[in-house]
């Protein structure tokens, strides 16, 4: 059997006075998995991947990713993990416009110290299987949604992560993108690569991932094998 990449035991998390946007949620995601998580709007679905990525930290219970407990982690630690072991792709793509493609792509590598030399290399050979390699020189805000995605995914992938986990990533997209995005993440899915998707997007779990979480006010309600309905 594989080993976990994301374990959760009896993780709880709770905003001001309000309910626990979270409530004793374990949760077990082993290596090569391509797990949805749905749920209605307010059903700690961002909660839950916040806490994954180690971008907020719970009340209790704790948070194992790829063999680090996150929610031990300081703030500098989180953001180096964060860096190194979890590709992020958002529903806004979150590229920075006034670089080239490639400068998007290649940012990480930079950031965690990998050589000029191989950094380009990595960043041209994942513009070349994602298809958008003839944009590199290109900014941003000339791509449509669909190619900047894209670029989003190189960028996510360029430290070779652990886990992608993917926020709402068709969220922006037209339906012809988004089964675009949909193909791309289950072909990386097939060749490896750890994937949760945060959807709304029956559509896009189906296409992509093979085990689905249902999140409600909080709580898992469903952890099945084939993706049922969103609502």
Same mark, same amino acid.
């Given at each position: 059997?594989?080993?976990?990449?994301?374990?959760?035991?009896?993780?709880?998390?709770?905003?001001?006075?309000?309910?626990?946007?979270?409530?004793?949620?374990?949760?077990?995601?082993?290596?090569?998995?391509?797990?949805?998580?749905?749920?209605?709007?307010?059903?700690?679905?961002?909660?839950?991947?916040?806490?994954?990525?180690?971008?907020?930290?719970?009340?209790?219970?704790?948070?194992?990713?790829?063999?680090?407990?996150?929610?031990?982690?300081?703030?500098?630690?989180?953001?180096?993990?964060?860096?190194?072991?979890?590709?992020?792709?958002?529903? =806004? =793509?979150?590229?920075?416009?006034?670089?080239?493609?490639?400068?998007?792509?290649?940012?990480?590598?930079?950031?965690?110290?990998?050589?000029?030399?191989?950094?380009?290399?990595?960043?041209?050979?994942?513009?070349?299987?994602?298809?958008?390699?003839?944009?590199?020189?290109? =900014?941003?805000?000339?791509?449509?949604?669909?190619?900047?995605?894209?670029?989003?995914?190189?960028?996510?992938?360029?430290?070779?992560?652990?886990?992608?986990?993917?926020?709402?990533?068709?969220?922006?997209?037209?339906?012809?993108?988004?089964?675009?995005?949909?193909?791309?993440?289950?072909?990386?899915?097939?060749?490896?690569?750890?994937?949760?998707?945060?959807?709304?997007?029956?559509?896009?779990?189906?296409?992509?991932?093979?085990?689905?979480?249902?999140?409600?006010?909080?709580?898992?309600?469903?952890?099945?094998?084939?993706?049922?309905?969103?609502?």
């Amino acid at each position: 059997m594989t080993a976990p990449v994301i374990e959760l035991c009896d993780v709880s998390r709770r905003y001001d006075e309000g309910p626990p946007a979270l409530r004793d949620v374990s949760l077990t995601v082993r290596a090569g998995e391509a797990v949805s998580v749905l749920g209605p709007s307010g059903s700690g679905k961002s909660t839950l991947l916040n806490l994954i990525a180690g971008l907020d930290r719970p009340d209790s219970g704790t948070v194992t990713v790829d063999g680090v407990r996150v929610d031990g982690l300081g703030e500098a630690a989180a953001a180096r993990h964060r860096r190194d072991r979890i590709g992020m792709v958002f529903q =806004f =793509f979150n590229l920075l416009d006034d670089l080239t493609v490639a400068d998007n792509v290649v940012l990480p590598a930079q950031l965690a110290g990998m050589g000029r030399g191989e950094a380009a290399r990595r960043a041209t050979e994942l513009l070349e299987v994602l298809g958008v390699d003839r944009h590199a020189g290109a =900014f941003p805000g000339r791509l449509s949604g669909g190619e900047r995605q894209r670029v989003a995914v190189a960028r996510a992938l360029m430290n070779r992560p652990a886990l992608l986990l993917a926020d709402e990533p068709t969220g922006a997209l037209d339906s012809a993108s988004g089964e675009d995005v949909g193909r791309l993440l289950a072909d990386l899915n097939a060749d490896g690569q750890t994937i949760v998707v945060v959807t709304h997007d029956l559509a896009l779990a189906r296409s992509c991932t093979t085990r689905t979480i249902r999140l409600v006010d909080g709580g898992i309600t469903a952890d099945t094998g084939a993706v049922e309905s969103a609502r």
